[in-house]
Each structure stands twice: as C-alpha cells, then as structure tokens.
C-alpha cells in the first residue's frame, strides 16, 4: 500500500489541476491503478492481524461496511456543479489519500513496536489470551 497509494495520489494531484481532457484521461489510469491495487492489502493485512476468529469476522465486516460509505460520501464531494473538472472532490480524495499513506506508514512502525516488545516478552502478562495479544502472535507489517 506505501507503494500503490502514491500512483493514486499522482493521478488525483495531476488531474485536480488540469483542465486538458487528453492528460485527466490519462491520469485516471493512475488513479484506478493506485486505488484498486491498494484495496486487497488492506483486507489481507487486517484479516492476518486480528486474531480469533470472532474480532477477525468483525474487524472485516467493519472494514468493508466503512468502506462501503464512500458511494454515500461521493454524492456529496462530487456535485455536479463543479464538473467538468471537479477540482474540490479530487482535492478532498487526495487529501485523503495522502492522509491514509502516512496513516499506514504509521501504523507499520507501530506494528513493528509491536512486535519488538512481544519480542523482548513485554507481552508476556497475555499468554494464553488465544488473540492477537498473544506473545507468540507476530503482527505482519
């Protein structure tokens, strides 16, 4: 996802600020590349860091049903009063998207934390806990 969500915030960063259709054509290609080739990491790693089979059903069923929320959301950013450029609804998702590479960037140094402390067995208190928490449980970066 660090490397595919950049292509998608190429293609938003290019295409919020031109007003040639040849290159906004172009750069949907970016942006559906970067995009759709983010989405099955982040179901993957969820999936391999929730342990027990109750928190992973859950934690997958929220992630798509947030997921999900971006059709309603869309309808709102994407008025068709700005088209044809839409300048304001790509600058909202490149924001977003920004936001959600340094999120996971974040989140991969905390996984690692993670993973040093149950190392050193500073999680040692959870043996047994049959989760996530478990000493012997690696979270996957």
Known sequence: MLCTLPIAIVGYAVIANTADPR???????????????????????????SAGHYKRATAAALQLAIANCGGFVTVFIYPKVQGPQYHKGHTIILSLLTA?????????????????????????????????????????M
């Open 100 to 140: 959600g590479w340094f999120l996971i960037f974040f989140n991969v140094l905390y996984v690692a934390k993670i993973n040093r402390d149950k190392a050193q067995g500073k999680h040692d208190l959870y043996a047994g806990s049959g989760d996530d928490r478990e000493p012997g449980f690696k979270l996957v």
């Open 23 to 49: 290159v906004a054509y172009g750069m949907t290609f970016l942006m559906a590349t970067g995009l759709y080739s983010s989405v099955p990491p982040v179901l993957g790693w969820l999936a391999n860091n």
